[in-house]
């Protein structure tokens, strides 16, 4: 079964540091996506990057960047230069197969605190 | 581009009454929109998937005759808490994938449920 794990419930850093948030997956199938996203207090749910299980690169986007270990089935966010705004909650999702439209599975969360 | 909108974004309803929540992607066309759950501090949890044009698909556990949803056209979906408890009150969130875009899910900002 397709399963989505970040372990680390809670993690504090640095303004202008940067950050590593883990995210590991489960999953038999060989075409697949992952996902980041960031849940601020008020909610919404706000993509960051994408990352495809064929991609070869891995993904960035501006402070983002997403270390693909396909063989370690990981998909962690790396944040550089931290910013207040940055706290936030982040959530790694797996969507199974190329079709657009598949379902996500979130994993649990990581609370991001950034200290000025 | 990719923006969904939610309506409400809060309500507060008794206990027995309906609550209908709208989701609308605003400058595409969503072929799929997919409603979550999310109680404090947790992650999303698939309610269901909708299609337009046919019956959603629920998650198991899922009640389909007290959560229904309805993909009425490529731009809107509502979901409907019919005869709400307490127990319902949480956070809907809705999400919309373009046919024509990235495989990526947007979300909408949410509608916050209280049922008193």
């Known amino acids: 079964a397709q399963k989505i794990t970040q372990t680390q419930p809670g993690m504090f850093v640095q303004e202008k540091e940067a950050v590593t948030l883990d995210c590991t997956y489960d999953?038999?199938?060989?075409?697949?996506?992952l996902f980041w996203y960031k849940q601020p207090s008020s909610g919404e749910m706000i993509f960051l990057i994408y990352?495809?299980?064929?991609?070869?690169q891995n993904a960035t986007e501006g402070r983002y960047s997403l270390n693909f270990q396909k063989a370690r089935k990981s998909a962690n966010l790396v944040i550089s230069a931290s910013q207040l705004g940055d706290s936030a909650m982040y959530f790694c999702?797996?969507?199974?197969?190329?079709?657009?439209?598949?379902?996500?599975?979130f994993g649990q969360g990581t609370e991001l605190s950034v200290k000025p | 581009g990719a923006v969904v909108s939610q309506h409400p974004s809060r309500v507060i309803c008794k206990s027995g009454t309906s609550v209908k929540i709208e989701c609308r992607s605003l400058?595409?066309?969503?072929?799929?929109m997919f409603w979550y759950r999310q109680f404090p501090k947790k992650s999303l949890m698939l309610m269901a998937t909708?299609?337009?044009?046919?019956?959603?698909?629920?998650e198991q556990g899922v009640e389909k005759d007290k959560f229904l949803i309805n993909h009425a056209s490529l731009t809107l979906s509502t979901l409907t808490v019919t005869s709400a408890h307490p127990e319902d009150s949480s956070f809907y969130i809705c999400?919309?994938?373009?046919?024509?875009?990235?495989?990526?899910?947007?979300f909408g900002p949410g509608t916050r449920l209280t049922v008193l």
């Open positions: 990352q495809g299980s064929y991609d070869e």
């Open positions: 999953t038999s199938d060989q075409s697949y996506g």
């Open positions: 400058d595409f066309q969503a072929t799929t």
């Open positions: 909708s299609n337009e044009g046919s019956k959603a698909t629920y």
């Open positions: 999702a797996m969507r199974e197969g190329r079709n657009q439209g598949g379902k996500l599975i």
């Open positions: 999400s919309a994938v373009s046919g024509t875009l990235t495989d990526t899910q947007y």
